[in-house]
């Protein structure tokens, strides 16, 4: 018996090897790096202090003036504010009409295609929608008559353009989990709610939404780590700009490590979308169970 | 027995005989930044020396950005992406020698063969770790003769004249802007940013600023430039949004724009050539130019070939080169205009009694231009937001000055 545990343990042996050079080691690094200041002194205050009162960071100036940027910090907290619930709601509005429709096989693939495509295309292909000239949002906009230009290239209204476009790419990934959910809640349930004389929207709250529960977590947790770990999109589509008014956190982490080769302040950022990322899964994988 | 033995002696000489006859065709890679119209003006000069050589030459696209990234983590590992690798990021380059990583190449080049300072900016302890291959000027508002004849306009021969040519673009019915406004990471706002600075405040200003050895009254004169002068024209709406900058070449061929500020390697990229001229802001003393400069890896496989093909191409390299037009020589043979197109020879003779200087944000690197980029991006649509531009501006040339 012995025997044969010591031998299936020895199958899981490279497993563990694999993740723990290629993901436990390089975190505790990282977390050992953030400790240190580009000097090379010991000293976790000055770091990370350093680090957060930098205004690519968090920008006061910006604040004090109620105008982009903030900030990395508070430009990530924006994107997932408005991210996650749209497309969060999206996709699940999107799974229960496209539920009984002829043909939403084909659509739901046309809308999951923004999924596979690499975001470094998604962000290229964000920059010329919100083209002024050649852009598609502009030639919707200026059909209705409202004010049409490069949303990308003005500072109030990048990261927002940025954050729409993200939208577009990622709700395929909701609208798929809640179209799979849907299809395993029993029918007898809606049979029962009918005939006790339930009307849609109650259906939907009452047992619809209550049921998908699971789903919704699984959608919340990765659209969060998603979010935060946004940088090519960024990169392809403004380079933080302008003026930093598009930066996020991953997208600063790039600059401090491999613009600046300052590996102390990147450590300290990854550490930071470590933390919030903990932060929000745990709190909501509690609350599944 | 003996037949196997014979069999087995055969094809070891045979496989040695072909492994020898491989090992003589060496192949080396060459990263270059072009990609469409600009690479294809650089193929035949790979294809020349291929046939010069009696080498294999590969190729891969990389731009300087890419490089900034790729090369300091290879670098680390001991290897870089290709056997010569052109770069624009003279900061980059001494600091690859420093460490090591970039052969050194003295007794191949001679500085006294090349454009005043282009050596100099690429030497570490006195000693030369790459050459310039051509280089790119920026040397001012490229118009087109045909857009000009047909609304009566002429190009300006006192400053006077820019701003009134300027008023007579915006009031051209269908046009977008009278300035094109390139696009992409920002260098073509810093390129025309950097010729209004020339023009206005002078070449040793801006040359100063670029050295790193600016005094408070060349940050006064530099500043005042944008105050002055840069953000009234954002502000009179001459300039458009920032816009892709191919793209903003195709509208400004197609008469979407009046003048668009460039280099001259947009006339390789045009249909017309011929058609294409160019004026600098009356008053400036000085032009900007982009190398494209060359350094060898010094983990290269095949170091001896890779200096050979380097030689090779930062001289006669640089002849062939320049006779496809869209650059223009820094190598002293390579500087004849007789061998330059046309569009070039003009452009060469119109330049030449002006100060050559080297780009601000290429030269300095790092911090400075990442954030000239960025925050003259945010000039371009805030132009409201001068001051904090200037602000962060100078806190990024001191910060990468003072490394």
């Not at chain 2, 300095?364 to 602000?391: C, H, M, Y």
Request: net charge negative; hydrophobic share 50%; with cysteine.
């Amino acid at each position: 018996m012995r025997g044969q545990t010591l031998r299936r343990s020895l199958f899981i042996i490279p497993a563990v090897a694999l993740i723990f050079a290629f993901a436990v080691y390089p975190a505790l690094d990282t977390l050992w790096m953030s400790l240190w200041t580009p000097a090379g002194e010991f000293d976790p205050v000055a770091n990370y202090s350093e680090v957060l009162g930098e205004r690519h960071i968090i920008n006061r100036r910006g604040f004090e003036a109620g105008r982009f940027p903030f900030g990395a910090l508070p430009h990530t907290f924006i994107w997932i504010g408005i991210h996650l619930p749209l497309t969060t709601f999206l996709g699940l509005l999107l799974a229960v009409l496209l539920q009984r429709v002829r043909g939403s096989g084909i659509i739901k693939s046309i809308i999951f295609l923004g999924m596979v495509i690499p975001m470094v295309v998604g962000g290229l292909v964000i920059r010329f929608m919100f083209d002024g000239d050649l852009g598609v949002v502009n030639q919707l906009f200026g059909a209705l008559g409202m004010q049409t230009r490069t949303w990308t290239a003005h500072p109030n209204s990048a990261l927002l353009a940025l954050i729409f476009g993200a939208v577009w790419l990622w709700t395929g990934f909701s609208l798929v989990l809640y179209s799979s959910g849907l299809a395993t809640i029993p029918k007898d349930f809606y049979e029962a709610a009918r005939i006790d004389g339930a009307n849609a929207v109650q259906i939907f709250f009452k047992i619809t939404f209550p049921l998908l529960k699971p789903i919704t977590v699984v959608v919340v947790v990765m659209t969060v780590i998603w979010d935060l770990k946004m940088f090519d999109l960024v990169y392809a589509a403004t380079m933080g700009g302008p003026g930093g008014s598009s930066n996020i956190l991953a997208f600063q982490m790039w600059r401090y490590a491999f613009q600046q080769f300052n590996f102390n302040h990147a450590a300290v950022v990854a550490v930071l979308l470590f933390v919030i990322t903990v932060f929000v899964a745990i709190p909501l994988v509690r609350r599944a169970r | 027995m003996f037949k196997r033995i014979g069999l087995l002696l055969a094809v070891t000489l045979a496989v040695g005989a072909f492994g020898t006859s491989v090992a003589a065709d060496v192949t080396l890679t060459v990263a270059h930044p072009w990609t469409g119209d600009e690479r294809d003006l650089f193929i035949p000069v790979l294809e020349a020396a291929e046939e010069a050589l009696g080498i294999t030459i590969g190729e891969t696209v990389l731009r300087t950005e890419d490089l900034v990234t790729i090369l300091p983590t290879q670098w680390a590992a001991g290897t870089a992406p290709a056997d010569v690798i052109f770069i624009t990021d003279t900061a980059l380059l001494r600091e690859g020698a420093r460490g090591g990583h970039v052969a050194n190449v003295s007794p191949l080049v001679d500085a006294e063969d090349y454009v005043a300072g282009t050596v100099e900016a690429l030497t570490v302890d006195g000693e030369v770790y790459g050459a310039p291959f051509t280089q790119k000027p920026k040397p001012g508002f490229f118009y087109r003769h045909s857009f000009f004849e047909e609304h009566g306009l002429t190009p300006p021969e006192a400053l006077e004249e820019f701003e009134a040519l300027l008023d007579e673009l915006m009031e051209i019915e269908g046009l977008t802007a009278p300035i094109a406004s390139g696009d992409e990471v920002g260098w073509p706002l810093t390129d025309v940013t950097e010729h209004y600075i020339i023009a206005h405040a002078g070449a040793e200003v801006h040359r100063a600023v670029t050295e790193c050895t600016a005094t408070d009254e060349d940050w006064e004169a530099f500043e005042g430039v944008f105050t002055d002068v840069l953000v009234p024209h954002l502000e009179a709406g001459y300039f458009s949004e920032p816009i892709e900058w191919t793209t903003a070449l195709e509208r400004w061929w197609g008469g979407d724009f009046g003048i668009y500020f460039q280099g001259i390697f947009i006339l390789g990229m045009v249909d017309d050539p011929d058609d294409v001229g160019v004026f600098t802001i009356p008053g400036a003393d000085g032009v900007i130019s982009s190398v494209d400069y060359l350094f060898v890896n010094q983990y290269s496989p095949n170091l001896d070939v890779a200096q050979e093909l380097f030689q090779w191409l930062v001289t006669e390299g640089q002849v062939e080169q320049v006779q496809h037009g869209g650059h223009i020589g820094t190598y002293e043979p390579a500087t004849d205009v007789e061998l330059y197109p046309p569009a070039e020879r003009e452009i060469a003779d119109a330049i030449a009694p002006l100060t050559p200087l080297l780009d601000m944000d290429d030269t300095i690197g790092g911090v400075f231009q990442s954030t000239f980029w960025d925050e003259l991006k945010l000039l371009w649509v805030a132009p409201d937001r001068v001051d904090e531009v200037l602000e962060n501006v100078r806190e990024a040339w001191e910060q990468e000055c003072n490394n």
